[in-house]
């Protein structure tokens, strides 16, 4: 009896199973769980893992926080509309909004340091995509994600915002520059 | 019951119950205009995003790729899969369809439910993607024809499920439920589970939009939302699994190799269901990583062993039958020799290998948690999921549709020459497109998104031009496999509504279907085994499937490597 008629064994779950099914499922289901030990395996020893620290916030208190470091930290502007550039010291907590339709403020790292990066959005939910590393998570409003980054490569990155955010989505843009260390 | 109520169609054996039968047709022919309407919108969506190209304005792509989005993913294949339904109770198992006044309730509530949706999103304040991630607001339309055709969809199931009690109680089978029925009856359990969880999600999100509500949490939503989102993907599945199998027995009267073993994989996607809506939280603020590793890999991957063990035993079944037929060369004369111009066959093959390979490796690598901080998010997304839904679920569906062209609709199936080809011009069209998605994906290039120069912005970043080439050749196989679905819909609509009708067999066109009068297999001497090698039924297919293992393994090292080159993150 085919696929789509009844089974013809009234109690087919007697009928014994074939060499190659046995044999495909043992290979299958190894596989599976080398897969799913992989995964902790990297929490112990890989290098990039999301701490999943996390906070609830409000747009407000997160914006006074980043305004309080942007007040400080901030070293020069950049185009026309004045952004801020911040360069805060290297372990300290930095400060990242997203909103429609940027990535406010923009921010100076040094090579080899880390950060404790917090990103929350004021508004929809945002995207951050850094480019061209290619690290991407998802930022909510009312929600503090805190990312430990160290950067290890120099140069330019660019945040992208990677999650539909209305007619601006493909505006919105922000900068990370890493400078070289001991500088 | 009276017997003018059904009809036997004389080529295939099959029995129509009448009302049913009009149901069936009422659906298919509803789907495949939604999925004309959604393909427009494909045209445009890739056009768009083709860098040469770049048609539309940003408001109008913003607004084409969520009606594309919800009229494919939920119009078009829910409609379908009531259909699958209806044909998996009534027809599999010749039982009178459970009220079918209720069953064209729930289908006039589900057009009802399409219309007011695309109505609200051509208004062009619902341009919020299918996701409608709040606080992002669209017009209350928008959910409101979302809630209307799940319920219509939710009738649907629950008209299945009675017709299953019926066909028991009337015993108008012995023993068990067909195999294809118990898939069916799978796709169906997490349809409830899963319309459920929309209705728990959208119901306060339309109260929100008209201002009943304040305030609904993001997270949450995501998290509800998307055991909506994905879990439905399990019904797709489901759904189109059960059509391989259905498939394999109609063109070559294969059985299942064991149905122990395929009753249980069905069984394992049920078990493991509620758990797969973690594939989109991964890099979600406020989720620990337990709960992630724990669901993303639907503890352990058993979900993901379910569809391994599909993946070999549907061709596994198709091999044996050949065998039996004496095509017992080598490894593969079984498979080269089978029906390859029959395009209910390469369809359904084209499926099972665009969906194995493409859909399912991809799946599982970037449902990692780890390895999703370099995917989330990027044309990768929609570069995987295009092979899951669109090779695998869509071609399924469209060669199960050359099948009822002539046993439910008796027509005749018009330009077969034509449709002989379409199979591997959707399939392979659609191939190229994910793989070319799926590498502008891995140079970071993102989803949902107009403009991958950022002209407008104040900033401005370039992606290397390896990106804009891979963007070029999703544009050009994109349109490739848009002409393939194309040649679908208008030859089922012309053949549906014009064509000749069936007199004999000859006029079917595909001469392969045997369905009922299949002669059963005869199991040679010493087994099935005897037919085969090594001791194996079907060694042709078990090396196709460490092929498979192979290549996943292969390509699930290299995303490591990639994602060890990343900055460091904790
Ligand atoms: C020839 C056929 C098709 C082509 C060329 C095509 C093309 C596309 C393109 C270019 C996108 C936009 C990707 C982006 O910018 O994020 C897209 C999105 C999408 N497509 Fe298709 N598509 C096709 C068929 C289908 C089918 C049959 C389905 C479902 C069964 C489907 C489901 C989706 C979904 C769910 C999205 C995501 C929308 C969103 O991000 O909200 N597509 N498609
Ligand atoms: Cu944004
Ligand atoms: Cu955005």
Redesign the interface.
Known sequence: MSAIQPPAEIVWWKQPLDRVEGTWIAIALTWSLIMFFMMPFWHIYGKQNLSNEAYRTTPQAFLAKTQAMVDEYTVRTETAANLPVVRPPPGSDVYLVGRLWQWWPLLEFEKGQTYRLHISSMDWQHGFSLQPVNINTQILPGYEMVLTVTPDTSGEQTIICNEFCGIGHHTMLGKIYVTEGGQ | MSAELFRTCPESGLQFHKPAERLMKAHAVASIVFLLIGGVGALLVTLTRWPAVHLLP??RF?QLLTMHGVDMLIFWLITFEIAVLYFCSST?LKCRLATPKIAWLGFALMMIGMVVNNLAVMNGDAS??MTS?V??PANPNFYLGLILFAVGALIGCFVFLGTLVIAKEEKT?????????FGALTACIIAVFTIASGAIILIPTYLWSIGYINHI???MY?LIWWALGHSSQQINVAAHVAVW??I???VF??????????RTAFFLYIAFLQLASAHH?L???????EW??FNT?YA???A??AS??HG??VP??IEVAQRAKGLTNGLFEWLRKAPWSNPIFSGMFISLVGFGFIGGISG?IMG???I???????IYVPGHFHATVVIGTTLAFMSLTYFLIPTLFRKQVMFPGLVKWQPYLFGFGMAVFTLAMMGAGT??V??????MA?T??????D??ASAYTFMGIVGISGTAAVIGGAIFVLVTVLSVFFGKPVDSESAWGFTTSR??R?E?IVVPEGG??AA?KW?????G??LL??FF?VI??IY?VIN?KY??S?????
């Open positions: 940003a408001d913003y599999l919020v993607m991630y606080p992002m089978y012995e023993g068990s439920i067909p195999l294809v029925t949490d993001p997270a995501r199998y259905a394999a027995a109609i009267g294969a059985r299942p190799l064991s149905e122990k073993v395929s939280l890099v979600d603020p406020g989720l620990s990583s992630k590793i890999s352990m991957y058993l993901v062993l391994m063990v070999l035993t596994g079944s599982v990692t948690e780890q999703n901080i370099i995917i989330h998010n990027t140079l970071g993102e989803r949902r998104h107009w403009d950022f407008d912005s104040m900033l401005g970043f992606y290397p369905v009922l299949a059963p099935h085994a085969g001791g194996f039924a079907a060694p297919t078990f499937a460490i293992l996943f393994v699930y490591w994602l060890a990343v900055w460091p993150i904790s």
